[in-house]
C-alpha cells in the first residue's frame, strides 16, 4: 500500500465528518464538537476519530455517546462520499491537546515566575565556557575514559576501510 494513501484518507475523513458535523446532523448537544483529526488502521478498518468540544455544556463522556449513537449516520456519509470500498469502524476518542497545553503554559509560567528579572545576576546569554574553568572538567572525565573513547572510534574507522 502507497505511503501516502492513508495520510491522506486521515485527512479526507477528517474534512468529511466535520461538514457532517457542522451540516448535517441536527443534534443541538453536539454542537461546537469539532473533529481534530483521523487516525486509520493499516488495514483500513479501523478509524480512530478525536473530538474536541468548545463551550459544549455537556461533558466529554456524553458527548462521546452521542457521537457512538450518530456513527451509522457518519458511516452512510463516508460510503456516500466512495472514499473507501470498506467503511471502517468508528471509535471516538476526546483529543484533550488544549487541556495539556493549558497545563505546560502554566507550569512554564511558575516557572518563569521564579526568576525575577530585575536580578542583577539573572543573564539569560550566560556562556558557560566562560563560568566553567578547564579545571572543573577534570573532576568528570578522566583520562583513561578518553583514551578508550577515541580506541572506540579508531577501531570503527578500520572496519570501514575492510569493506
Do not use: C
Request: glycine share 2%.
Amino acid at each position: 500500500m502507497n505511503s501516502y494513501r492513508i495520510p491522506r484518507l486521515q485527512t479526507e475523513l477528517n474534512k468529511l465528518l466535520n461538514i457532517t458535523l457542522s451540516q448535517k446532523v441536527r443534534n443541538p448537544q453536539l454542537a461546537w464538537v469539532q473533529v481534530s483529526h483521523v487516525k486509520l488502521s493499516k488495514d483500513l478498518r479501523y478509524a480512530k476519530v478525536y473530538f474536541t468540544h468548545y463551550n459544549n455544556p455537556a461533558g466529554t463522556e456524553e458527548i462521546r455517546d452521542l457521537l457512538y449513537k450518530t456513527s451509522g449516520f457518519f458511516k452512510k456519509q463516508i460510503a456516500g462520499a466512495k472514499l473507501m470500498r470498506t467503511i471502517p469502524e468508528l471509535s471516538f476518542h476526546h483529543d484533550n491537546t488544549e487541556e495539556r497545553a493549558a497545563k505546560v503554559d502554566a507550569l512554564l509560567a511558575r516557572i518563569k515566575d521564579r526568576y525575577d528579572d530585575d536580578d542583577d545576576h539573572y543573564d539569560p546569554d550566560i556562556d558557560l565556557d566562560d563560568l566553567l574553568e578547564e579545571d572543573d572538567f577534570d573532576d568528570y572525565f578522566d583520562d583513561e575514559d578518553e583514551d578508550d573513547y577515541e580506541d572506540f572510534f579508531d577501531d570503527e574507522d578500520e572496519d570501514e576501510d575492510d569493506y
